[in-house]
């Protein structure tokens, strides 16, 4: 009898809890586990038929290689795969320096994989270029948390706290079709009476559950949290024995918000006083509220900002810390977005959220790797400002990519794709040939999440255990194989230490613990063996003693002097806004089949079955101006790129905004480039774009708008 594996889905940072079992034929039965307290048996669709690919006929499962540019990729051994990856190594380091190879990673990869790679870039390369997709995603949410709390997790509380919350207030997360399975929490809360608001352009199907819905201009969210605090201010709502006894910085904030009126707030973001100022008090009034953002108020160029300004109201209203069911969190997206992030994809980082621009932290993880502290490279940069220089002098010129396809997930993709073709030696690993793989000199097909044992870290800082349920096909390799590989072969397999590059991801996490034991994502005390015994393990986790941190911020905030800091932020249009050219606001976003950039989701015959092509939302009163019909073909222009897509009538959205879903080649042709100033997140959610029919059908036109859907 076949024997089931516990494990996670490949998917979401939910990581909800499956069981797989091999079938005879080879295939994997796939089952939610009931016994892991996140999802509790429930899955989506995307993780209910994540088996399916495993034995996919477009699977990766040999070398691939292309002599020269304009040739076919051709199938190679193992060996000369890795002697073509070498020798572009040393070749480009010799003569354009050590920063000529630079490495992008995933938020897919497992803790293991992303420390070693951050090691492997800095250890065996000595390149300060390396950064992840994961900069794409929560790098705004990451930079603000850090600077008002002083540490980053997604939720400092179990999911299941949003149960006990008397209302939520979600900013640009739509988890109902995103990750349903964590709507089981909010229905729980609903049937004891909890309140739910939604902050979100389009009426989506989290929309359609909450008690009231804010339908915002893109954009313009941070004016939103700001013209909040502004009514809390105003009708003595804010909590000052809190803010006396757990903050810094609350004056400052006050006055930056004075001129936040009401109804200029209104009048930028498109929702009523009436609604704000409902919200309000509901959060101020709850015995337990909490304030939840995600992309939508994140990946913009001043996503920093706004993610800041929900922070500060949360704060003056003395939510954070105040127990179970209240605070504010960011609803992270990949599957590893969190623990991509804390071992050293990032340009700036180091293992445990240490950092390499500190000559201590520097020294600490150096001493563990067994390297001297000064071989270790200098901070590198973000992930786009690496992309838009691959093939430039003193840019880029060999790229190792794993498991990240930026020339769909990317913003301005077109010219990162044109980018890509500038490079002198792409390497990818992968287990599909995705649109970023075709640019590639050399493709290594890589193992599967139901291959591979490993951890992940979810959204709640929860550390889960991947566990192997198949063997890999012949032909596939591990990511920490051939970096062992690859490593030696440039002569720095091994230190003062021993082995640099262990191919075994227990001894690859044991490491990791160490090299992250006193950093403020600590790992030391999570043990494959207490995981693997069942135990619930929330970093940080000191020792093997240590119960884990489900909770953050009960007593103190992990800030120098112990409290929380609120850091003044003012709403300044930085967003293209909408002009003669391009009267409309584009905004992107996730469906409820796909999944980032959709290498896997769309090779799934279900899924595309559910959602089988692009398409773009639009308002039945825009398609009507524009002449189209339901289901006709529309074309979207912004100043970067042109695509055509399906039009989707829905009346959930605001008549000024177009809705795209970003799984599909081509959609980030359309979107922006401009890099928020401290996280470096692209501007994804708002751009200005013109929309037109693609063939015959005359405008039907409709009454004047509104005057709240105008744009304000
Ligand atoms: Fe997988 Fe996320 Fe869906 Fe859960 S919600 S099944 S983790 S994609």
């Not at 949003?162 to 109902?176: F, I, M, R």
Request: some cysteine.
């Amino acid at each position: 009898m076949s024997v089931a594996t516990q494990t996670h889905c490949p998917y979401c940072s939910l990581q909800c809890g499956i069981r797989l079992t091999p079938q005879l034929g080879g295939t994997l039965e796939l089952a939610g586990r009931e016994d892991f307290p996140v999802n509790r048996g429930g899955l989506c669709i995307k993780g209910a038929h994540a088996a399916e690919l495993i034995n996919h006929p477009e699977r990766l499962t040999t070398p691939l290689a292309r002599e020269r540019r304009g040739q076919p990729l051709r199938p190679v051994t193992w060996d000369d795969a890795l002697d073509r990856v070498t020798e572009a190594i040393t070749r480009a380091q010799d003569v354009h320096g050590r920063d000529a190879v630079g490495c992008f990673g995933g938020g897919g990869l497992t803790n293991e994989k992303a420390y070693q790679f951050g090691k492997f870039a800095r250890v065996a390369l000595r390149t300060a270029m390396i950064d992840y997709n994961g900069r794409f995603c929560m790098s705004s949410a990451a930079a603000a948390a850090n600077r008002s709390f002083g540490i980053d997790r997604g939720l400092p509380f179990p999911l299941s706290d949003v149960a006990d919350a008397e209302v939520v207030l979600l900013v640009g997360s739509n988890p109902a079709d995103t990750m349903p399975p964590a709507m089981q929490w909010f229905a729980a809360a609903r049937d004891r009476g909890a309140r739910h608001v939604v902050v979100d352009p389009r009426e989506t199907s989290t929309a359609k559950l909450a008690r009231r819905h804010l339908r915002s201009v893109p954009g313009t969210d941070l004016a939103l949290a700001n013209g909040m605090l502004h009514i809390a201010i105003r009708d003595g709502l804010v909590d000052q024995a809190y803010i006396a006894a757990r903050t810094t910085g609350w004056d400052a904030v006050r006055r930056a918000v004075r001129a936040d009126w009401p109804d200029r707030t209104e009048r930028i973001t498109g929702v009523s006083i009436s609604d704000m100022t409902a919200t309000v008090h509901d959060l101020a009034t709850a015995r337990t509220a909490m304030i939840l953002t995600a992309r939508g108020a994140e990946q913009h160029a001043d996503g920093t900002a706004t993610a800041t300004a929900w922070i500060n109201l949360a704060l003056a209203l003395g939510l954070p810390g105040r127990g179970r069911g209240s605070g504010w969190a960011t609803v992270t997206g990949q599957g590893n977005g969190q623990g991509g992030r804390e071992h050293g994809q990032k340009a700036d980082q180091l293992p445990g959220y240490r950092k390499l621009a500190d000559p201590a932290d520097r020294a600490f993880v150096a001493d563990v790797w067994g390297v001297d502290p000064d071989e270790l490279p200098r901070p590198g940069v973000s992930a786009y400002e690496m992309l838009e220089r691959l093939g430039t002098d003193g840019g880029v010129r060999v790229l190792l990519l794993a498991a990240s396809n930026p020339v769909v997930s990317a913003p301005n993709a077109a010219h990162v794709a044109e980018c890509f073709g500038a490079l002198d030696f792409l390497v990818v690993t992968d287990f599909f040939l995705s649109e970023s793989a075709r640019y590639a000199n050399v493709v290594l097909p890589t193992t599967q999440f139901a291959e591979e044992d490993g951890t992940l870290t979810n959204l709640e800082g929860r550390v889960v255990r991947r566990r192997r349920a198949v063997a890999p096909p012949a032909g596939v390799r591990t990511e920490l194989e051939i970096w062992h590989e690859l490593a030696s072969r440039l002569g720095r397999g091994s230190g003062s230490r021993g082995e640099h590059f262990p191919t075994d991801p227990r001894v690859v996490y044991d490491e990791l613990r160490r090299a992250s034991a006193g950093g403020i994502a600590d790992y030391n005390g999570i043990t494959w063996e207490r995981l693997d015994a069942g135990e619930e393990l929330f970093w940080p986790c000191p020792d093997e003693a240590h119960p884990g941190s489900p909770r953050l911020f009960a007593e103190r905030f992990p800030t120098p002097d112990g409290r929380a800091r609120f850091v003044a932020v003012t709403h300044r249009s930085v967003t293209e806004r909408p002009d003669k050219r391009f009267p409309y606001l584009l905004t992107t976003g996730r469906s409820r089949s796909h999944y980032q950039s959709g290498v896997q989701t769309r090779r799934n015959a279900a899924l595309v079955e559910a959602e089988p092509v692009a398409y773009a939302e639009l308002h039945p009163r825009l398609a009507g101006e524009i002449g189209v019909d339901d289901g006709g073909a529309v074309r979207l222009t912004t100043r970067r790129g042109s695509v055509v897509v399906t039009a989707r009538y829905t009346d959930g959205i605001r008549p000024d905004t177009v809705f795209v879903p970003f799984h599909w080649a081509r959609v980030n042709d359309l979107t922006s480039a401009r890099l928020d100033p401290t996280s470096r997140m692209p501007e994804f959610k708002s751009c200005a774009v013109a929309v037109a029919a693609v063939g015959a059908r005359r405008p039907v036109h409709h009454p004047d708008p509104r005057p709240e859907e105008l744009h304000r």
